[in-house]
């Protein structure tokens, strides 16, 4: 599970959450496949919208020019950002997000295995909405302030606990990524957040971090399916 920071600005939330007060939005359920529909208790912005379609356009390129995205997924699809509402009493149950998806309005489909949320209403303006992941650690429970993202597997267990009070504003989205084992994914970033970071630091050797660069993508040249 890895947190993205500050991925939009306060000024890009403040518009976000303007345009998408203009939109329409439908019952969750009508978007949920199989036994999620039954647990999913939402309101979604419509998504043929053209506003809708906008905002989740300039979502996607945030999102494939973030370094730290790119890193942690190294993706090769990305789904179009959903945009949900949660109200007071509104909840989605525990569910697993569906394996395969058709990617709207084109022929192509998506492996899901990272499942992402945007989390476009501050913590402190509403109560319960927490997204919970199930883990081998226990329950993880999430709650990021306006701007900031969670990128959790998608083959996690999770849910979303009611609102209890105020509105939960947030984005969705799902990654495919070239590198479909779990592991060696998260070993990649980690070792690019190592090289990163030593970038960072003045002294670096340059032939050492030439020497690491190589490795690392020679290990994605070996693991990616492109
Ligand atoms: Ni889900």
Redesign the pocket.
Known sequence: MIVIDNLLTSDEVKQFRSALASIPFNDGKETAMGM?AGVKNNGQADAQHERTQHLANLLLAKLGNHSKVVSAALPQRIFPPCFNRYSESQN?GY???AAIMRIPNTPDVLRSDM?MTIFLSDADTYDGGELVIQTGFGEQHIKCDAGSAVLYPSSSL?KVTPVTKGERVAA?TWIQSMISDPQIRQTLFELDQAIQSLIATESANREQLDQLHHVYHNLIRQFAAV
Request: hydrophobic fraction near 40%; aromatic fraction near 12%.
């Open positions: 999620a989605y569910h697993v997000d499942s999770h969705i």
